[in-house]
């Protein structure tokens, strides 16, 4: 019956795993494309040049909203990548716990 526990906790922790690191990899593709879009708001409000316009008041507050959500992304990842570190360290677990599984199941006491 153990075999069997480790087994499946390895599995679940390997499909939990693969789950962390796909929103891992999401939320980092998602920061890359708003820092693009926060440079490029920056390239706009330099250009405008003048720092009263209404425009330049738009973009530098749209500027900030993309910088905020770029901050809440941070968390999130932070989140995840501790969540990831407590998997794996978990999945090693696992893992000595299902090796002990497969000896104890496969060894034999032929002493007397």
Do not use: C, W
């Amino acid at each position: 019956m153990g075999f069997l526990v480790s087994f499946n906790r390895k599995m679940y922790l390997t499909s939990y795993i693969h789950s962390l690191e796909t929103r891992i990899n999401d939320i980092t593709a998602e920061k890359l494309s708003l820092s693009n879009s926060v440079a490029d708001l920056a390239s706009q409000i330099s250009d405008i040049g003048n720092t009263d316009s209404p425009a330049v008041k738009k973009l530098e507050a749209r500027k900030k909203e993309l910088e905020n959500l770029e901050k809440q992304m941070d968390i999130k990842l932070q989140k995840y990548q501790t969540q990831l570190q407590a998997a794996n360290t978990e999945m090693q677990s696992a893992d000595q716990a299902l090796q002990s599984n497969i000896k104890n199941s496969f060894s034999y006491n032929l002493g007397g």
